[in-house]
């Protein structure tokens, strides 16, 4: 989707391994949301962001973290993954949050062996 | 818990039929939107419809808001091959702070 990039799309890792997911922007939004999308349970909220350094938890924070040191770039990291957080991790961006709608990235397909 | 619930869950018709997709939630919205995914993509905005209004129209995409009923409806006319995809609406909702929640969505097949 046009201003937004996730990297990598797909990643296959071990139990136990850190995994850091990449959400990249071009369009200067202040927020930014990572959500994990199962079947059956829609998208969930991991975290978001409201600026650079401004961060808070979702519906679904155990087992992450997040982190935003530039405007454009927000990084979820999965300390140690388990195969529970095998899903399909979205990355959004807005303008302003709620009153607004969400550009979506692609997606990056995760699978914990 | 999940405050925006789809129905059906999912549906099949023919092209050139209309679609419709309901959406009921449960606390009081600052406005309801409406995302289309197809298979294997991100989601895509489709409408955002304010707690205010009633109805909205986008094309061939027909969105209807009843606050009394906690539930908005999403009707495609016309329906084409290229309709085929999950439909989600998402509420931006004071009780959950600056953030859309999304449902469960409902898998829309058109068959040509």
């Known amino acids: 989707d046009a201003g937004i990039t996730q990297s990598p799309r797909h990643k296959v890792t071990e139990t136990g391994t850190p995994v850091t997911l990449r959400c990249h922007q071009t369009e200067n939004h202040r927020y930014m949301y990572w959500y994990r999308q199962d079947p059956g349970h829609g998208l969930r909220l991991i975290h978001y962001s409201y600026g650079v350094k401004d961060t808070d938890k979702g519906e679904v924070s155990d087992g992450y973290s997040v982190s935003r040191s530039k405007t454009e770039d927000f990084l979820l990291t999965l300390e140690s993954a388990t195969s529970s957080q095998t899903s399909v991790y979205f990355c959004?961006?807005?303008?302003?949050?709620?009153?607004?709608?969400?550009?979506f990235g692609s997606g990056t397909r995760l699978t914990v062996v | 818990s999940q405050q925006g619930e789809e129905d059906p869950q999912a549906l099949s018709i023919q092209e050139g039929e209309n679609a419709t997709m309901n959406c009921s939630y449960k606390t009081s919205i600052n406005n309801l939107q409406w995302y289309r995914q197809n298979s294997g993509r991100g989601l895509v905005h489709l409408i955002l419809?304010?707690?205010?209004?009633r109805e909205k129209h986008s094309g061939r995409l027909r969105v209807t808001l009843d606050t009394s009923k906690k539930s908005s409806s999403l009707l495609i006319t016309a329906s084409r091959a290229a309709d085929t995809a999950s439909y989600f609406c998402?509420?931006?909702?004071?009780?959950?702070?600056?953030?859309?929640?999304f449902g469960a969505g409902t898998i829309l097949r058109v068959k040509s």
């Open positions: 998402a509420t931006d909702a004071i009780e959950y702070g600056n953030k859309l929640v």
């Open positions: 419809i304010r707690s205010n209004e």
């Open positions: 959004a961006i807005s303008l302003g949050g709620g009153p607004y709608g969400y550009t």
